[in-house]
């Protein structure tokens, strides 16, 4: 069992930034893969993006320019950076983590994953 609390969010206007972060109780080196996740309402939840045990990382292509995703030294801590945000951002974002290795085409599926944080509402005015 893997317990995984996130932190951060909130509300920002427009082109503005948040960090979320999500401490995991054990380290990514025996939990596969964490990635994020996020949930607009009336939607899908669709993929944000991951990070591997060994620091490799994948990000939705929609995401690429304004979103980073990283990891402590530790592997426990994963951190979503999120900049020059748009309404279109606003959504309930939820961190994710499978304990054992899934190919790169699955880090940004939901069924891929085992566990999951608690979410934390994003909210972005124009």
């Known amino acids: 069992q893997v317990d995984l609390v996130q932190s951060g969010g909130g509300s920002v206007q427009a082109g503005g930034s948040l960090r979320l972060s999500c401490v995991a109780s054990?380290?990514?080196?025996?939990?596969?893969?964490m990635g994020w996740f996020r949930q607009a309402p009336g939607k899908e939840r669709e993929g944000v993006g991951a990070?591997?045990?060994?620091?490799?990382?994948v990000l939705a292509e929609s995401l690429k320019g304004r979103f980073t995703i990283s990891q402590d030294e530790n592997k426990n801590e994963l951190y979503l950076h999120m900049n020059n945000l748009k309404p279109e951002d606003t959504a309930k974002y939820y961190c994710?983590?499978?304990?054992?290795?899934?190919?790169?085409?699955?880090?940004?599926?939901?069924?891929?994953?085992?566990?999951w944080g608690q979410g934390t509402q994003v909210t972005v005015s124009s």
């Open positions: 994710a983590a499978v304990g054992r290795w899934i190919p790169l085409a699955q880090r940004l599926v939901e069924s891929a994953y085992t566990y």
């Open positions: 990070v591997r045990f060994d620091g490799r990382t």
């Open positions: 054990e380290s990514s080196s025996s939990t596969g893969c």
